[in-house]
């Protein structure tokens, strides 16, 4: 998300860098650059508006036209009004007596039969019992698509199928929940249009029933600019306690983001990143503001990664490379490990000042590279990943046979390897006792 508007927001800043010292028609010229950046990544004109006119009162103080780095002060000033429009980080109310209950609602096809299960799943992480609620009897196949992803990340699903009012399942659910021991409730609503009346009052009336701890509207970020008012009705309707952002990583715009929260006042509590059930993000605005200017994410590269590496595992991991023991098997486990944190080109988006390094490379080549990576050291037996020296040309021949390249990927595969383990004898005796993935230290 937000590629275009960080691409065109970094362009601006890089013309403002180049020329020294700056007037305020320089800072007016910009301020126009990141307005229409703004406009073309679908952000509410009302919001784009306000934003570029706070901005524009402090860039054109004396606080940029006197400064000696003035590109970077102008930055600044964005990444601060960007975070404040954006809001303050907001967690799950899930206090009160057990359960407590997450209704999610919002419009068909964005995604809340999905985003009910990777709640189910983040939630659990965090020491709760959830239990699904399969309430949309009306879009064929709603009740089967959530138990079937409660199978998978193994959250219990109540449903009653289709002949049952909605609010009734619900309130049945919570008479359950209550009985069972469950502490958290996620209710999985139909998907309905803002000026569906019916529709409408029925999910009133399951607001009514149940009283749930947050209601929470999901929202496509592809929606673009009906975002607003969307959000907007069913907040006038509902009091909505948070929003989500599903569809992230396929929206290059985003403005959906910056609008709904701008508009409604109301918070964004999280965003779907991916399809997986783990690909669910707390929303940080500093950090979201950060990767919009092209800053970096270091704090959330960091918890990828302590989700995905065993501390345990990490630690043997680093007994081995002080000894210049690692071999192909482990280097497949820490392959696998960086392939469960997302995409490597997003990965690398995290990095402060690679921005521009992740867009020269396309997101299929640095993917395919892992998978052909991947697919030389699986075909390869555990004797020689353990003892790469014993691959002699007849083994590289059958190794690219199973994994589907040439002898010379082997071939460059095995020189790379070499050449770390290497660099790893000249390391020892605690001259640079890192793992291949230092922020785990």
Known sequence: MFESLSEK????????????????????QAMRDVRLALLEADVNYRVVRDLTKRISERAVGEEVLRSLTPAQTVIKIVHEELIALLGEAERLNLGGT???VIMLVGLQGSGKTTMAAKLAVYLRKQGHRPLLVAADTYRPAAVTQLETLGKQVGVPVHSEGTHVAPPTICENALKRARREGFTVVILDTAGRLQVDERMMAEVEEIRRVVRPNEVLLVVDAMTGQEAVSVADEFHRRLGLTGLILTKVDGDARGGAALSARAVTGVPIKFMGVGEKPSDLEVFHPDRLASRILGMGDVLTLIE???????AQEAKKLEEKLRKAEFTFEDFLEQLQAVRKMGPLGDLIKMIP?????SQAIPEEATEQGLKVTQAIIQSMTKEERRNPKIINASRKR???RGSGTSVQQVNQLLRQFMQ???????MQGGRGRRTLMPWLR
């Open 398 to 400: 059958r190794i690219a």
């Open 9 to 28: 927001l970094q362009e601006t800043f890089r013309k403002l860098a180049g020329k020294g010292r700056v007037s305020e028609a320089d800072v007016q």
């Open 98 to 100: 057990p359960p407590a």
């Open 353 to 357: 000042g690679m921005q521009q390094f």
């Open 420 to 426: 770390m383990q290497q660099m790893m004898k000249q």
């Open 304 to 310: 990828k990664a302590e989700a995905a590496f065993d």
